[in-house]
């Protein structure tokens, strides 16, 4: 899991769009996933769907899945395929972390900024007059951050189908929503490097490498070793006797009641749908994340001069967003990915976000070659207000599209 920046503003970036310019600089994108990402080659199935709904004029909003860190030069690759660049929907945070001509060629390609934390109103009405109005596509990826997850989908959020939905209040053309999923396969066998791998975590937390056991065992091994030191930093001691997908629901849920309570926001029990704490677990990250940052935000605009140390109050609230973050980490395992199936992809995903999360590392190290699928899905139409339709909501739109990328990703080999 990425760790975005916490201090300063969101700034704005306004995509520029160059269709030529994404033309030209192509063999220089493909020479970057190949050295950067390892990823060889990407096949694109069903462009004619997308491409059909250009020819028709149709606004266009894409919403693949965020499996990993080279899903950009996956729908790039889908774009080379359509005919026709994309607009991307992207955190201000990967602006903020590129050098001047880096946010430049984010903006040639049709990247423009939205503050994820907030209610962005200007990023929406961009995103709404890109559907309503441009015959370029616009790419939003509704899981929001990078799961490492190639074979299941997380929660979407309900902000790609508003989008939609408003814009199709707006226009007079339809607007059609097409599921497009983005799955990874090993060219090469990387398991010798993830064994390299697994041994650097076991040392990692002091124990000795067990060689001699399955991968899969020992990923559980180190996973159980994890979730009992942060049960006792934070609850006292270990909590035995329950699965680990249990244990991982509980310290995120205990993690989350304490800093709702501090941060004095709604009871957790009446935003959830039947207890579903898989799906409503997003929305309450993004509720305190957000009360946290605007109150560290208001003690910056109150003294941003200043060069003494973090106040008590200033830490407090660095520690809260800390906490955040590992909720977010815990949410991004979902503790029984391994248990029937456990392909190379699946090992290498778990021991991608180990990685990053236990040795501190920006991005995954990528083992060996790869390959990428990206499949189109049947689109959902959205027609004008003027024509008969099925009035969708955000809600319903926002499920269906989940449900149909998760079918992509079950029938793509």
């Not at 080279?70 to 991307?88: I, L, Q």
């Not at 707006?170 to 697994?198: F, G, N, T």
Request: aromatic share 8%.
């Amino acid at each position: 899991m990425n760790r975005y920046p916490l201090k300063g503003k969101p700034r704005r970036w306004n995509a520029k769009l160059s269709p030529t310019l994404f033309r030209l600089i192509k063999p220089f994108r493909l020479r970057k996933q190949r050295i950067e990402q390892r990823l060889i080659s990407v096949e694109v199935r069903n462009a004619t769907i997308v491409r059909k709904l250009i020819n028709e004029k149709n606004g266009i909003l894409i919403t693949p899945n965020h499996p990993g860190h080279a899903d950009a030069y996956c729908m790039n690759a889908a774009a080379d395929k359509v005919g026709k660049a994309f607009y991307y929907m992207t955190a201000w945070q990967v602006f903020a972390a590129n050098h001047r001509i880096g946010r430049w060629m984010l903006q040639k390609h049709g990247c423009f900024s939205v503050d994820r934390e907030g209610a962005d109103r200007e990023a929406f009405r961009t995103a709404v007059e890109i559907v309503r109005e441009e015959i370029h596509p616009l790419v939003i990826f509704p899981e929001g951050d990078v799961y490492h997850q190639n074979d299941r989908v997380t929660p979407f959020r309900e902000g790609a189908a508003a989008i939609a939905v408003t814009a199709s209040k707006k226009s007079d053309r339809p607007i059609a929503c097409v599921p497009c999923a983005i799955k990874y396969h090993y060219i090469d066998d990387p398991m010798p490097a993830l064994l390299q791998l697994m041994d650097q975590l076991e040392e990692r937390i002091l124990w000795r490498p067990r060689p001699d056991l399955d991968l899969r065992e020992r990923i559980y091994r180190l996973a159980n070793g994890l979730i009992a030191m942060k049960e006792i930093e934070y609850l006292g001691s270990a909590q035995p006797g329950e699965s680990l997908t249990a244990r991982i629901h509980a310290l995120a849920d205990y993690i989350l009641n304490t800093l709702e309570t501090r941060y004095e926001l709604k009871s957790p029990i009446a935003e959830r749908h039947g207890d579903d704490f898989h799906r409503t677990l997003p929305k309450r990250i993004k509720a305190v994340r957000a009360s946290a940052l605007a109150r560290l935000q208001a003690i910056y605009d109150k003294d941003a001069d200043s060069t003494e140390a973090l106040s008590d109050q200033e830490e407090g609230i660095t520690r809260d967003l800390d906490d955040v973050f590992l909720v977010v980490q815990l949410f991004s395992y979902p503790g029984d990915y391994l248990y029937k199936v456990a392909p190379v992809e699946r090992l290498a995903e778990t021991l991608d976000k180990f990685e990053e999360d236990v040795l501190g590392r920006t991005t995954a190290t990528i083992r060996a070659d790869r390959k990428a699928v990206v499949q189109f899905g049947e689109p959902i139409t959205i027609n004008a207000e003027n024509q008969t339709s099925k009035k969708w909501s955000a809600g319903e739109l926002t499920q269906t599209l989940e449900n149909a990328v998760q079918n992509l990703l079950d029938g793509t080999r």
